[in-house]
């Protein structure tokens, strides 16, 4: 790599004709802005007014701090951080190649460009086959002759180009049916590959070819574009829960066990993230690559990893495999079409949930499922018999036992209050601050969908209603399952009654808040609910 790419993009500009001193760039190379993976600080009020727009600029086309990452280095050294267990793995001395699939749409120049370079850097030449670009019909003028231009002067690196807007699924298919490497990696394209990061990836791979393995995917902030690398011990796996979201769990106890506790160990996932994974052509081809049927981005990768089990594969999470990504709180793109994830979520049920894709259908409104056309599933299902692939039933109970089933409820659905038109709300975040609201009732379940369980908790997937009375609100955290402060009495006068505290959820009387209280039976106490089990399978 040339020692130019060590120069952060907006410098490199003012060099003529691209020529430094390089014994003087050497030193100053620890002294380059994120180096080390440290982050990047800006005081937007100290940029002028040109400087002011471009950070703007950057936000606006990227979701992400382009200014800052125009600072940093291409080539930004990463401190190696990782377990020691890891820097001392033995791998085998056969690992195959691999061809690594990266697809983007109007990504930064830098991001893009230091993705490549971390890949070219940290991975060893001989377990590198290419790196496929898949340009999905970006129309910015930097990734079209600029783009070429630059990756010439690397052989392993091609570039492919969309006709068409395909979306993540349909532009990976098109890396694929390019690729020529033994094993495929398929990554973002605002990441940065850490030392090391590709031999735990492939070692399983080369030992039995049905094996897939994800890495520790770490946070680069978007704001500073600081990198962190995690530790082993803190390595969660892949769930979802059954509005068919992705969510992270701690590894259980007996995956642990089965590890004899060596954290570094790769663990058995029961999902994957879906942006980041290695996965054996052969046996990518045997699985049916993608469903070509879903649309643009969603679902692909509970898809791939319910098949992935449930048709004799392994999936692991390799804890030495470490891989930064830009973490973005909202897309900067625009997507062609209407109901893109509920049209893949409805394929994904439709094939491989069996009855339990009730659970799923529980929390849409009927309207929107006959009013979404999921298009002809019959070849996947004809995958799956071909594959003879194991039930969904198999799979929850040897791969995913950790999850709640709402079979085992009382009670399902809104929970509307009697005295004004507003139903419980809330969202799907974890934390101190999360509290139930009330908010004008709107049918189309999501944040007011609630189920009462028979454990005497009012849930949705893994949050459930919790009450102190030091804060004095009524909270949606983690469910515990020891009751306490998450016990509650779905009552036969409506009332929603606290066991521990023996009170009621009152409706405020301008109805746009709730709070506990002594219970009366007023009407602002009274709360709706469909008292009836969903119907759907219990393991």
Request: glycine letters at 6%; one cysteine or more.
């Amino acid at each position: 790599m040339d020692l130019l790419s060590r120069v952060p993009h907006e410098q490199q500009r003012n060099i003529p004709n691209g020529n430094i001193d390089l014994d003087d760039e050497k030193e100053n190379i620890a002294n380059l802005p994120g180096e080390l993976g440290r982050g990047v600080d800006i005081d937007v009020k100290t940029l002028t007014s040109e400087e002011k727009k471009k950070y703007k600029r950057g936000w606006k086309n990227n979701a992400f701090n382009e200014y800052v990452s125009d600072m940093i280095s291409l080539d930004r050294s990463i401190e190696d951080n990782r377990d020691p267990e890891c820097k001392t793995m033995v791998y085998s001395n056969n690992l195959p190649d691999a061809s690594v699939i990266i697809t983007f749409h109007n990504e930064a120049w830098s991001v893009l460009l230091r993705s490549v370079h971390s890949i070219i850097n940290r991975t060893p030449p001989e377990l590198l086959k290419e790196i496929i670009l898949v340009d999905d019909f970006s129309d910015m003028p930097h990734l079209h002759a600029p783009l070429e231009e630059y990756m010439s002067r690397y052989g392993k690196v091609k570039i492919l180009r969309a006709s068409n807007r395909e979306g993540l699924i349909r532009s990976r298919l098109l890396g694929y049916n390019s690729a020529s490497g033994t094993v495929l990696v398929f990554l973002d394209s605002h990441i940065e590959c850490a030392d090391g990061w590709i031999e735990p990836l492939l070692d399983p791979i080369a030992r039995d070819k049905t094996i897939s393995v994800t890495p520790i995917i770490d946070v680069i902030d978007d704001i500073t574009f600081r990198y962190e690398i995690g530790k082993a011990r803190h390595v969660q796996v892949g769930g979802f829960d059954w509005s068919l979201t992705f969510t992270w769990h701690v590894i259980p106890a007996s995956e642990r066990a089965r590890r004899s506790f060596k954290d570094y160990l790769p663990a058995r996932s029961p999902t994957m993230a879906g942006g980041l994974f290695a996965i054996s052509r052969e046996y990518f081809t045997h699985l049916g690559t993608y469903d070509e049927g879903m649309n643009i981005w969603g679902a692909e990768n509970l898809e791939i990893s319910f098949r992935i089990w449930m048709c004799g594969g392994t999936l692991l999470t390799a804890p030495c495999s470490h891989v930064g990504h830009i973490f973005r709180k909202h897309s900067p793109y625009s997507w062609p079409g209407k109901n893109i994830l509920l049209r893949n979520n409805l394929r994904l049920a439709e094939v491989w949930l069996d009855d339990f894709k009730t659970y799923y259908y529980s929390r849409k409104s009927q309207q929107q499922i006959t009013e979404t056309d999921f298009g002809d599933i019959s070849a996947r299902i004809a995958l799956r018999k071909r594959l003879k692939c194991k039930s969904f039933a198999w799979y929850l109970k040897n791969v995913f036992p950790e999850i709640y089933i709402p079979g085992n409820s009382f009670a399902s659905g809104e929970i509307r209050n009697k005295a004004k038109p507003v139903c419980l709300d809330g969202r799907d975040t974890p934390d101190i601050n999360n509290v139930i609201k009330s908010y004008p009732c709107h049918q189309l379940g999501g944040n007011q969908f609630w189920i009462y369980m028979k454990d005497h908790s009012f849930r949705r997937d893994r949050l459930c209603f919790d009450y102190f009375t030091s804060t004095k609100a009524i909270q949606l955290i983690s469910c515990h399952g020891m009751h306490g402060n998450q016990e509650w009495e779905y009552r036969d006068d409506n009332t929603i009654y606290h066991v521990n505290t023996q009170k009621c959820i009152t409706l405020a009387f301008d109805g746009q808040s709730v709070f506990m209280e002594e219970c009366r039976g007023t009407d602002s106490q009274l709360w709706l609910m469909d008292r009836k089990p969903i119907k759907g399978p219990i393991i």
